[in-house]
């Protein structure tokens, strides 16, 4: 929630518990109206949930207004906005809840990579025009449409806070305050001179967000409150980088006269191609159909009666060949909605019910710190033998889901909505087709690793601010594994009393305990097809390597047997590779896991140790680790010819995982307790590092 107004002076009251029928399990921030916190639903469903602040809700007239605008809110289509789920009072306090949006803002993709270019920048302009014909179309204006309100989701750019500035002109009234409700820079001239707020005022502001996004400054300058209305009134807009026929819309839509600009109708028509006519035709009607829900939702944007229906059936045409005129934005993809985790996972024996809370997302991805209740729960999401050592209350950033912009394309009568390839030039990415597959990762939310350890479990994909955690807790979770069709993952928990195997759902739901024999801070690893699990059990005080079922059907059954100490196992359909120190020194080795009583081959030599390895997708080149603080990335043939260095550091490096593809590898640089994880390709080119800012995040796995 981003405001104009402020909290009054004060301490700020307690955080609630619990708000009408939502747990509420962290605060993502506060703004003009109250504080919006990360709720959760009966089901299990994240919410953003916005509660007005003490002297708002006192005013019998604001409350009224706050609920009418909800009530309207409920109608608008949710496929572009924020969709408003719940809203009513509690103790006192008014509340608003919406879907919760996964990906960083506008404003913060502006602030972390600067303007945008292209497909992307003509993707945020559709999908913003999209937003504002549905929420007119139900007699709401937003008032206060600017990047910091435009989320950018995997589903394209969602438009939320539409509709609850007009409450806030209540409040305004109630105190005579005199205060403009809205954002310097954002505010058209008829708020700043008094006149009559309507849709024409959010095409305005639309103007102003698209500029800004072209350009990464406002059309208008910086400057004190006073100065920037003076230029909403009589100066130009300075419209920079922006060019036709964007430009043009831009242009009139900045329009000192309402009257004289276009709707959001005649935006969108024109931003994709069709003939939307003088701001005074009548008005076509264009349908949007949800590609993910399409018998479920097929709503209808802006309706003139006896106009026939307009339901933007352009023929589909490839990217990078648009029609004259016509800005490309991309290969049509399916809309996707974001998965909401869920936790329905079986507990180990002893094993606490509180479910997990995922407090380190935020509502509508916007980053915000937040620090963990005064008192720990005890005994959450707790294995056999208790919580880990060394954990402890603490503060954490909250890891927001990093998210690139999106590009839109409008074929066949269905507004699609298209992620980008932050590989390409023009999307977000570097020109080397460098891909954005998201890793498994372990987060720690306290420096100390391996002396103690913080880890948490979560998912970032490259090029996003923030990794999104999947597994939180007290315990201490590390080692992350893809299963082969990247539907689950397998990881590490570890406790003062031992360590054991857990499995769980790609978004983080479904986490489940699977073993209690697993030896230490060791690596799990997944069979190729999915059913099974090898990892190190101890047998007469040497690590052995066992491999057990992942859904049952089976005990699981030791495979080695022999005296040398071992770990750190990788499967393939080319074998199990691992490192042992069956000759002396930690060497690489392979043994086929079906057969193991066959002869183990040994594929590194020499008295240098050797560790981590990983096979290639292909099961032909195998990545490890050479030599031991510091320790280098190497790469060798499957048969263990052709070993060569790809690294060329002088820190400790380790922990290598392949891409999908097979052309990058993700390792981890530097001191154990501040790692960087980087990639680099196979050949030992484009070296970078992949580390969002202010994130401690290790052991990928890609």
């Excluded at 920037?228 to 036709?244: F, I, N, S, V, Y």
């Excluded at 005129?325 to 936790?343: I, L, S, V």
């Excluded at 960087?676 to 196979?682: G, N």
Aim: glycine residues 12%; neutral net charge.
């Amino acid at each position: 929630m981003d405001g104009s107004q402020e909290w009054p002076a004060g301490p700020p009251a307690a955080d609630p518990e619990r708000v009408g029928p939502f747990v509420v399990e962290a605060r993502l921030g506060e703004g003009g109206m109250g504080a919006v916190y990360l709720g959760r639903a009966a089901d299990g469903t994240q919410v953003a949930v916005k509660v007005v602040r003490p002297d708002l809700a006192g005013h019998p007239a604001f409350r009224a207004r706050f609920h009418e605008e909800a009530r309207n809110a409920l109608r608008v289509a949710s496929f572009c906005t924020a969709r408003v789920l719940d809203h009513g009072e509690d103790g006192g306090r008014a509340y608003l809840a919406t879907e919760f949006i996964e990906g960083p803002s506008l404003q913060q993709q502006l602030d972390a990579s600067g303007p945008l270019t292209g497909g992307t920048l003509h993707g945020v302009a559709v999908g913003v025009a999209t937003a504002l014909v549905a929420i007119h179309s139900v007699g709401l204006v937003h008032r206060d449409l600017k990047p910091g309100n435009v989320l950018l989701s995997r589903s394209g750019p969602r438009v939320i806070d539409f509709g609850i500035a007009r409450a806030l002109d209540e409040a305004a009234a109630l105190t005579r305050t005199g205060q403009l409700i809205g954002t310097p820079g954002f505010l058209a001239p008829e708020q700043v001179s008094g006149g009559d707020i309507t849709p024409a005022t959010d095409v305005f502001a639309w103007g102003c967000l698209v500029a800004s996004a072209a350009n990464g400054r406002n059309p208008f300058g910086t400057g004190p409150v006073h100065v920037m209305a003076a230029r909403a009134l009589h100066a130009e807009p300075d419209l920079g980088a922006l060019t036709e026929p964007l430009a043009a819309l831009v242009r009139a839509a900045l329009d000192k006269d309402p009257a004289r600009r276009p709707s959001a109708r005649d935006l969108l028509l024109s931003l994709v191609g069709a003939d939307a006519g003088p701001p005074t035709s009548p008005a076509a009607t264009v349908v949007a159909t949800d590609p993910g829900h399409p018998a479920a939702q097929r709503t209808r944007l802006a309706d003139s009666p006896g106009t026939p229906p307009h339901p933007l059936t352009e023929p589909p045409r490839p990217a990078g060949n648009p029609a004259p005129g016509e800005p490309a934005y991309g290969t049509p993809q399916p809309h996707r909605e974001a998965a909401r985790p869920q936790d329905d996972r079986a507990r180990a024996p002893g094993e606490s019910t509180r479910p997990y809370g995922d407090p380190a997302r935020s509502g509508g991805g916007i980053p915000q710190p937040w620090t963990e209740p005064a008192t720990e729960p005890a005994q959450q999401n707790v294995p056999p033998g208790g919580p880990a050592p060394g954990r402890r209350r603490r503060s954490r950033a909250l890891l927001a889901a990093g998210a690139a912009v999106t590009a839109a394309a409008v074929t066949a009568g269905v507004l699609y909505l298209v992620w980008p390839d932050p590989g390409r030039k023009g999307s977000g990415g570097a020109a080397d087709g460098f891909p954005r597959d998201a890793m498994l990762v372990r987060i720690d939310t306290e420096r100390g690793w391996p002396t103690a350890c913080f880890g948490d479990i979560g998912r970032y994909t490259p090029g996003a601010a923030a990794p999104v955690p999947l597994v939180t807790g007290p315990s201490c979770d590390i080692l992350p594994q893809w299963s082969p069709d990247r539907r689950r993952f397998a990881f590490t928990r570890s406790t003062d009393t031992g360590a054991g195997v857990y499995v769980g759902n790609a978004d983080g739901t479904g986490v489940r305990w699977l073993a209690s024999d697993l030896s230490g801070r060791s690596r799990v690893a997944w069979s190729p097809d999915g059913t099974r699990l090898a990892y190190p059990v101890i047998v007469d005080r040497v690590r052995q390597f066992t491999v057990r079922p992942v859904d049952g059907g089976g005990a699981a059954t030791t495979i080695t047997t022999d005296p040398a100490d071992k770990d750190d196992p990788m499967w393939s359909r080319a074998g199990l590779v691992f490192w042992s120190k069956r000759d002396g020194t930690a060497q690489i080795y392979t043994l086929d896991p079906d057969r193991p009583a066959q002869q183990w081959k040994r594929l590194t030599s020499g008295d240098v140790p050797a560790g981590d390895p990983a096979w290639s997708p292909d099961g032909r080149r195998i990545a490890y680790t050479r030599g031991k603080n510091p320790g280098e990335i190497w790469v060798m043939n499957a048969d263990g010819t052709g070993g060569h260095r790809v690294t060329t550091g002088t820190e400790n490096e380790s922990d290598p995982s392949w891409s999908p593809d097979g052309r990058w590898l993700a390792y981890v640089r530097g001191p154990f307790t501040d790692p960087v994880v980087r990639a680099i390709r196979a050949d030992g080119t484009g070296d970078r590092v992949l580390t969002p800012t202010g994130a401690l995040i290790a052991h990928p796995n890609w």
